[in-house]
């Protein structure tokens, strides 16, 4: 009896808590996902046809055999795939990325530069978007068919419909040529060092050191690519975002809202906000992983170090170490969006987690 009962109560552990079972199981989940880039990034980079150790090595050094010889072996190049894969895991939960073949810095420290810098441009332009949008959307959702809406709708397939390039280009040439307004290059002014190295966000770690001049400085360079990636990102926000409240809108429940007197506002956050809350949450969280993979144009086109035009010159000169780190940390900002959004489907909504 006594054993029965122990037997029921261990198996039901997770039964008697959900939403535990429901985070053990997402984060399996993502750590099977993680192991996976890792493997797709090792096998594409070794599809690749080009020799990675010619990109180690110059011309001239490529013509004697024994300098080949010992640079295969020295980069492991020399055994056979599976091993390499193993010795490449064992290296990665160390943290170890490799050296990259064109600073000849360990890929770590360059992307502890470049993933704060995209990070930055990332966070800001998160923000804006998902404040700006979803009061657009919702003001379009609550005056459905009207010039307004039309105009937003209208807006949001323009901002879909120009190439992010076309419009970083041409806002660098009127607000920073034409008209200097904004600095258009770089992450601040030539005359101020980079502040001490706290988060390698340029704004947070000014404010920490309570340098308001260089927070400025920051600020200014800033604006301009997050005033191109805001209204870049805008057009998809706002398209879905809209969509999302207007199947809420209908709803019986918002009806009995409205029918109860409930102040607008009341019903508008409390019922139809929260009612659509989990695609919204979806969407946001797709839309800043694509943030920080696709901002290749923006970083090239101002000059910033990120993490895109980090990737950019590595797959430039062929430095697949560096490329296969970038891949790493773009997947696993991806896993790791994914893991979060899924854990906040299960608090917001208790029937996610009883799947």
Not at 188 to 207: E, R, W
Request: aromatic residues 10%; proline residues 5%; glycine residues 10%.
């Amino acid at each position: 009896m006594t054993s029965s009962n122990t037997r029921s109560t261990g198996g039901s552990f997770f039964g008697a808590h959900p939403l535990l079972r429901y985070i053990t199981i997402r984060l399996g989940i993502s750590l099977l996902l993680l192991w996976g880039v890792t493997f797709i990034t090792f096998v594409l980079t070794n599809l690749v046809p080009a020799n990675p150790v010619a990109s180690v090595l110059g011309e001239t050094a490529m013509n004697n055999p024994r300098i080949v010889a010992a640079t295969e072996h020295r980069l492991g190049l020399d055994r056979p795939l599976p091993v390499q894969y193993g010795l490449y895991l064992v290296r990665l939960l160390h943290f170890d990325f490799g050296t990259s073949n064109q600073t000849q810095m360990p890929i770590l420290d360059d992307l502890k530069v470049a993933f704060p810098a995209t990070i930055e441009l990332a966070l800001y332009t998160m923000v804006l978007s998902v404040i700006i949008g979803l009061g657009l959307a919702i003001y379009a959702a609550l005056h459905r068919g009207s010039i307004a809406d039309v105009i937003i709708r209208l807006g949001s397939l323009a901002g879909l419909s120009v190439p992010l390039f076309w419009l970083a280009m041409i806002l660098f040439y009127l607000l920073s040529v034409v008209w200097g307004v904004l600095p258009g290059s770089g992450r601040l002014n030539p005359v101020f060092n980079p502040p001490p190295h706290v988060t390698g966000l340029y704004t947070v770690d000014a404010a920490i050191a309570g340098d308001w001049s260089l927070l400025g400085s920051a600020f200014a360079h800033l604006a301009l690519p997050v005033l191109v990636l805001t209204l870049y990102t805008l057009a998809t926000l706002v398209k879905f975002f809209r969509s999302a409240l207007l199947d809420v809108t209908g709803s019986e429940f918002v009806t009995a809202a409205r029918a109860k007197g409930l102040p607008e506002r009341q019903v508008v956050s409390g019922y139809i906000v929260r009612g659509a809350l989990l695609p919204i949450l979806t969407m946001i969280g797709l839309a800043f992983g694509s943030l920080l993979s696709g901002a290749v144009m923006t970083e090239t086109v101002f000059s910033w170090q990120g993490l895109g035009q980090y990737a950019l010159q590595a797959s430039t000169h062929l430095d697949m170490p560096a490329i296969m780190g970038v891949g790493i940390v773009i997947g696993t900002v991806y896993i790791t969006i994914n893991f979060v959004i899924d854990i906040l489907y299960g608090i917001i909504d208790p029937r996610v987690r009883r799947r």
